[in-house]
């Protein structure tokens, strides 16, 4: 399977070929947060900042202790891992049309990086492997010092978009209110850090609102240029 330790291998050999020597803004959504933070223990002298979005934690564990019996049928990990894997044996047409309806508002190059069988295949890898790569991640935690910025979804839209996809209100609430812990505890990674709110906006914080992550390179670079 894909693990993090592969995904920090593969940007470390995209690096050496791109000669990028100077310290760089390392940005991680969701599952590449994940792989952000295990860089960055590894390699925090190759980076200037570290910013999560809406980040998968190390401790995603805890997500799993929670009772939600109803979202549990549609939106447990085996579910996915099933679904991604069934999508990676589509060719592209048969993909378009099973994805057609969340695919509206979406520019051509959007479409085709939702329509590839490999995105599936690579996916349905790495869910199978994150649980383990959550647990080497704790294993190798240190604290950082270059500065971090947590970039956190809305905790009421996201209980809205959650109850109005399915979920019972009283496990969309249980299940935002450990998310919220979770991405409050990865301040901790850093002794310079900045919490973000993404308001109005919830896990896909990149479509949302991504003048916030917008704003938080340019205060990087300021602070950068003030020093």
């Known amino acids: 399977?894909?693990?993090?330790?592969?995904?920090?291998?593969?940007?470390?050999?995209?690096?050496?070929?791109l000669a990028i020597q100077e310290p760089f803004i390392l940005i991680g959504h969701s599952y590449g947060g994940l792989c952000a933070q295990h860089f960055a223990m590894l390699h925090e002298d190759k980076l200037q900042a570290l910013i999560l979005v809406d980040s998968t934690s190390m401790n995603l564990h805890r997500l799993d202790e929670l009772h939600l019996p109803i979202s549990d049928q549609t939106d447990s990990d085996d579910v996915w891992f099933q679904k991604y894997n069934m999508y990676s044996k589509m060719d592209v047409d048969t993909l378009y049309n099973e994805l057609k309806p969340i695919l509206t508002d979406q520019s051509k190059q959007q479409i085709e990086f939702s329509t590839s069988p490999s995105l599936y295949k690579a996916t349905a890898s790495e869910l199978s492997a994150w649980k383990n790569c959550a647990l080497s991640l704790k294993e190798l935690c240190k604290t950082l010092e270059i500065p971090l910025i947590v970039i956190g979804r809305d905790p009421q839209y996201s209980i809205t978009q959650l109850t109005n996809g399915g979920m019972p209100k009283e496990e969309?609430?249980?299940?935002?209110a450990m998310w919220q812990e979770l991405i409050h505890e990865q301040l901790h990674l850093s002794t310079n850090n900045q919490y973000i709110l993404a308001e109005h906006a919830s896990h896909g914080i990149e479509n949302d609102r991504p003048d916030i992550i917008i704003e938080a390179i340019h205060f990087l670079h300021i602070k950068k240029g003030s020093n």
């Open 1 to 17: 399977p894909r693990t993090i330790r592969q995904v920090t291998k593969e940007l470390h050999m995209l690096l050496n070929k």
């Open 172 to 176: 969309a609430t249980q299940l935002e």
